[in-house]
T-cell receptor, first 117, second 113 residues
Framework: GAGVSQSPSNKVTEKGKDVELRCDPI?????LYWYRQSLGQGLEFLIY????????KSGLPSDRFSAERTGGSVSTLTIQRTQQEDSAVYLC???????????????FGPGTRLTVT | GENVEQHPSTLSVQEGDSAVIKCTYS??????FPWYKQELGKRPQLIID?????GEKKDQRIAVTLNKTAKHFSLHITETQPEDSAVYFC????????????FGTGTQLKVEL
């Protein structure tokens, strides 16, 4: 079946502009995660959704970052007033959820490469 | 919070040799340890994972071992091939739906002919 998809694949924006990144999780996956990967670095957790709720937003770097999820499916990550340090690859992942024996595996999308000039 | 350290940062082996990548974690409540392979410009791909109720898991040429007492786990790749060349990331979480992954900083593996 279809995997996690993200759009756009690349985004170049000017400093100070707002951007929206989109994630389509695997159908039926109730858990959705956003991570950020800076050049040559590991992946840094940003936010987690269970359904449409976000019980863990602890990784969002500042109040310029926000995310929402609608219909238990598509999620958008919004960065307001972008800064150069926001340049990174933003990755989305999804997993099944429900109980102690499921929901472990996270499957990643291809990411959105954001460049702030 | 959880902290995951990964070594080495780069690893070069000859084709056919074995490769070992090691990670340590700090949170004793972590019970799920996946390994991801990321080729240049591609998404991370889950290659193997282990849960805390087992000490070792194998899948063809790949194996992962876990020592919960020492809080470390390792990825073993045998009979390496050029297509194994990639960046490998370890991660840890408390498992189950809703538990974020904390990643190591990655190991660039190069398999030379």
């Amino acid at each position: 079946g279809a995997g996690v998809s993200q759009s756009p694949s690349n985004k170049v924006t000017e400093k100070g502009k707002d951007v929206e990144l989109r994630c389509d999780p695997i159908s039926g996956h109730t858990a959705l995660y956003w991570y950020r990967q800076s050049l040559g670095q590991g992946l840094e957790f940003l936010i987690y959704f269970q359904g449409n709720s976000a019980p863990d937003k602890s990784g969002l770097p500042s109040d310029r970052f926000s995310a929402e999820r609608t219909g238990g499916s598509v999620s958008t990550l919004t960065i307001q007033r972008t800064q150069q340090e926001d340049s990174a690859v933003y990755l989305c992942a999804s997993s099944q959820s429900g109980g102690s024996h499921t929901g472990y595996e996270q499957y990643f999308g291809p990411g959105t490469r954001l460049t702030v000039t | 919070g959880e902290n995951v350290e990964q070594h080495p940062s780069t690893l070069s082996v000859q084709e056919g040799d074995s490769a070992v990548i090691k990670c340590t974690y700090s949170d004793s409540a972590s019970n799920y340890f996946p390994w991801y392979k990321q080729e240049l410009g591609k998404r991370p791909q889950l290659i193997i994972d282990i849960r805390s109720n087992v000490g070792e898991k194998k899948d063809q040429r790949i194996a992962v071992t876990l020592n919960k007492t020492a809080k470390h786990f390792s990825l073993h790749i045998t009979e390496t091939q050029p297509e194994d060349s990639a960046v490998y990331f370890c991660a840890a979480s408390r498992g189950g739906g809703g538990n974020k992954l904390t990643f190591g900083t990655g190991t660039q593996l190069k398999v030379e002919l």
